[in-house]
């Protein structure tokens, strides 16, 4: 293989290499939070893809479907089998998700935010329920707090290049979607220790 060859295949190579940490990191807090269930294999396929989906939407304001939608048969399937194992309905987080989806819709129609950001918060929603329904409200509200903080950051920002201030207002919000579906992810883990459960 010619070194021109070799050098094509570095970039991507680091790329894995680069979000190798944070892949393990979310793993071993899915692990601890979750524990060793079967609900642990969708949360582990959101570990997989989180710092992929914040690396795009930072720089490209999108979530692919490509991404995206594979996750949902993931986490369904996930579900059937909690389900199956230990006898807890799925109902809750079903309910859940299809209810961040549609709130998010409803954002997204108002302007509020992209599609991409819909299809994301309707997995994130099913994951969150089936850890209990009061944990996709924690998800949402630092999703929204952080979001808040990082807008005001962009407007308060100096602006740079050409596009001028307009361009600053944009911001990706699946980052803060991410980071408040991790945060409810670890806290429902340190609650059930606190509780003993």
């Not at 991507?12 to 060793?36: F, H």
């Not at 579900?79 to 989806?101: I, K, M, Q, R």
């Not at 920002?157 to 991790?182: D, I």
Request: proline share 7%; with cysteine.
């Amino acid at each position: 293989m010619s070194l021109a060859r070799i050098r094509g295949l570095q970039p991507p190579a680091r790329e894995w290499v680069a979000r190798a940490p944070v892949v393990v990191l979310l793993a071993m807090l899915t692990v601890l939070a979750v524990g060793i269930r079967p609900l642990c294999i969708g949360v582990l396929a959101l570990a997989v893809v989180t710092g992929e989906l914040v690396r795009i939407d930072v720089a490209e304001h999108r979530l692919p479907n490509r991404i995206v939608l594979p996750l949902y048969p993931v986490v369904l399937l996930a579900l059937a089998a909690e389900w199956a194992a230990g006898g807890t309905a799925p109902l809750p987080a079903l309910a859940s998700g299809a209810g961040v989806f549609v709130f998010l819709l409803l954002l997204s129609i108002a302007g509020g935010m992209g599609m991409g950001d819909v299809k994301l918060g309707g997995v994130l929603g099913l994951c969150l329920g089936a850890l209990g329904v009061h944990w996709v409200a924690v998800g949402l509200v630092c999703a929204f707090v952080f979001g808040a903080i990082g807008g005001a950051a962009a407007l308060l920002a100096p602006s740079s290049g050409p596009a001028g201030p307009r361009a600053r207002r944009r911001v990706a919000f699946g980052p803060f979607l991410l980071a408040g579906f991790w945060l409810a992810v670890v806290a429902s883990g340190l609650v059930g220790e606190a509780s003993g459960g």
